[in-house]
Structure formats: structure tokens, C-alpha cells
T-cell receptor, first 115, second 118 residues
Framework: AQTVTQSQPEMSVQEAETVTLSCTYD???????LFWYKQPPSRQMILVIR??????QNATENRFSVNFQKAAKSFSLKISDSQLGDAAMYFC????????????FGTGTSLTVIP | NAGVTQTPKFRVLKTGQSMTLLCAQD?????MYWYRQDPGMGLRLIHY???????AKGEVPDGYNVSRLKKQNFLLGLESAAPSQTSVYFC?????????????????FGPGTRLTVT
């Protein structure tokens, strides 16, 4: 089974600064999707950003961007101009295209934003 | 569209009691999933379904049963609740491959059910 690793259980960032959350994954597939989800204290899971593995260009969504390194199997999330509302648990997730029944999640990174 | 809804949002059970969690989605998704979330352990897959009438075991299926009698509904049952089943339960749904919809392969989650077993 594929594994997704988030090596930073907790991170903190000053308001308006930039922070990068790390994610690595293990797979033998060549075609897959990667996602970052945000879970605020309300516990609702919210999609932040997605990346298709066949695309070399890194995905961006406003203040959120990824650094996708396919050969290194790395998928980090960069949050620019951090805001208090960014404080949440962030989960990295993987979905294979060929055997796309299941999603694989990391254990999460808890982000604190310091005013 | 309501997206993915879960009923109930909170529940307290005594050990040995049974209950059913209901998940409904209105996005015509083929796949549906049940996860549990415990502190420090992320999301763990309990059971999933790739279509009406089909179910499959995930990572932690013991003590749970599921049914998918209708495409839009996915039920999670606890026949004899145990304190170890105290958790937050999430339902999710997604499109199958391939999809005619662009950018359509993520999971959509319900709001979660907090279950406490005493």
C-alpha cells in the first residue's frame, strides 16, 4: 500500500510570514493525484490545493502553492502571507489513478499562526 | 447542493449498545468512504464502497459493518459499541476514474460525527 508521511507534527508561523509544510509519499505508480486538506477547529475537511502528477507545473491557489518534486516523491505546501484563519491541521493525501479506489493520508501537521 | 451530510453530529453510547451512522451525498459519486479520526493518527479508513451494493474493508474494519443499498447513501453500523470506538467519524465521497468532469478527483467530506462510548 502507498504511504504518505508528514514529518512535522506541529509548525508555527508569524502572521504575514511564509511557512512550508512537508509531505513525502511512496508509490510505484506513475499517474496519481496529490492533495492538501485543511481541518480547522470546526473539524470540517476543506480541500486547499490539488496536483496532478503528469503536470510539471506546480499548482497555486491564491496564497497557497506547492513544490511538487516527482522524482523525490515530495509534495510540500507553502502558505504565503499567513493569516490567523490559516491555523488548522493540514493533511497531505494521495490517490492513484489506476487503482483509485482509496485515498492515503498523512498523519497531519498542526499549524499555529502567531499574531 | 448539500454535498455530503452525516447524521447524527454527536452521540453518546453505553458499552454494548448499537447504532447506525448515516451518510448521504447528492453529487452522484460512485465511491463512498468511512473514516475514523483519532488524535495523532490522522484518518484511518474503516470501509469503503465503489458502487451501489458493494462494500470493501479498509484499514480498521473490525467492529463495524456497512451497507450501500442506494448510491447516495452509505451506512456505518456498530453492533456492540466499545470504548475503543470513541472517535470522530467522517464520511467522504468521490468520483470514479475516468470522469468527464475536470479537476474532479478529490474527496468531499461530511462534517463528522463525534461518538463517545462510555
Amino acid at each position: 500500500a502507498q504511504t504518505v508521511t508528514q514529518s512535522q507534527p506541529e509548525m508555527s508561523v508569524q502572521e504575514a510570514e511564509t511557512v512550508t509544510l512537508s509531505c513525502t509519499y511512496d508509490t510505484s505508480e506513475s499517474d496519481y493525484y496529490l492533495f492538501w486538506y485543511k481541518q480547522p477547529p470546526s473539524r470540517q475537511m476543506i480541500l486547499v490545493i490539488r496536483q496532478e502528477a503528469y503536470k510539471q507545473q506546480n499548482a497555486t491557489e491564491n496564497r497557497f502553492s506547492v513544490n511538487f518534486q516527482k522524482a523525490a516523491k515530495s509534495f510540500s505546501l507553502k502558505i504565503s502571507d499567513s493569516q490567523l484563519g490559516d491555523a488548522a491541521m493540514y493533511f497531505c493525501a494521495y490517490r492513484a489513478t489506476n487503482t483509485g479506489n482509496q485515498f492515503y493520508f498523512g498523519t497531519g501537521t498542526s499549524l499555529t499562526v502567531i499574531p | 447542493n448539500a454535498g455530503v451530510t452525516q447524521t447524527p453530529k454527536f452521540r453518546v453510547l453505553k458499552t454494548g449498545q448499537s447504532m447506525t451512522l448515516l451518510c448521504a451525498q447528492d453529487m452522484n459519486h460512485e465511491y463512498m468512504y468511512w473514516y475514523r479520526q483519532d488524535p495523532g493518527m490522522g484518518l484511518r479508513l474503516i470501509h469503503y464502497s465503489v458502487g451501489e451494493g458493494t462494500t470493501a474493508k479498509g484499514e480498521v474494519p473490525d467492529g463495524y459493518n456497512v451497507s450501500r443499498l442506494k448510491k447516495q447513501n452509505f451506512l456505518l453500523g456498530l453492533e456492540s459499541a466499545a470504548p475503543s470506538q470513541t472517535s470522530v467519524y467522517f464520511c467522504a465521497s468521490s468520483n470514479s476514474f475516468p470522469s468527464s468532469l475536470p479537476l474532479a478527483y478529490e474527496q468531499y467530506f461530511g462534517p463528522g460525527t463525534r461518538l463517545t462510548v462510555t
